[in-house]
């Protein structure tokens, strides 16, 4: 099996006690009165980042750019690329267009005003661009977006997924241009659906990511893994009064995280999600010349999103 392309490495960078399944008991008004440890356990990340020789793509909220700049700075000054997560981790299909392009803005103020940099990829929340909020991909080009990584091809989760969304990478037309779709990966292993990544990373056997992995590879694409500091602190404050399965998610096998990540890193090449983008390019275009592959799911998402946006322009009269 020969690879070419290396698989992406993406961190949400958010605190624990900002996660969509806290939201309900954590008012965001009360955010600073919490404990904030994503400093330390971002550091700890980038330590296990920079032993493996590795960089990454950091999906930073907006709100912990603000009040941690200099966290910020350092990720990017460690060679990693810098994308937003929005600024106050709303589900985004729970918002109006309008109150998305607010948060998307404030996020990309925020990061910039961090770190210099202008972040032009990004993750929703919860990975919450679905059926029902594919609009959002048309305010991420009006906003200068070239990439994103929101939308799930995953089935029966109760927060995100959009089941027949397409695995690979591929781009997806808007009124207002096209966006590049990066979606996080899912393979089938043993008759189970694997997310390579979040909570399956630590509830699951390591054999069971790292065949998911090979899966992916063997059909010559890049696999997408993600994570979150909070993932790598095994001493976080518990919060009381969460629902059974936000919290078996949450904390399930938090002590395993950093001594995975390190063998994933050690077996798998990984790299930030714009260097897979562009060796996945050079790839197609040596290959072909153009690649079709990208012409014909043009065409297949445009008529979702145009149909989409008849959904949604129907439900607004
Ligand atoms: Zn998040």
Redesign the pocket.
Known sequence: MSVSVPNAMTI?V?DYF???GFEKKIRRANWDQFESRVVASTERLLAVLDDANVRGTF?I?GWVAQRHPSLVRRIAREGHEIAS?GFW?QLVYSLTPEAFAKDLADSKEAIASACGVVPTAY?A??FSITGKSLWALEILVQQGFKVDSSVFPIRGHDRYGMPNAKKEIHWIQTPAGRIREFPPSIARVRGVSVPVGGGYFRLLPWGMTSQAIRRIQAHGRPAMFYT?PWEVDPGQPRIRGIERRSRFRHYVGLKRTEGRLRRMLSTYPFDTMESVLRAVESRTTDANGASCDAAETLGENANLVASQNVAFKENEA
């Open positions: 949400d958010e900002q996660v969509s999906f909220l997560h981790h993750r929340p919860s979150h």
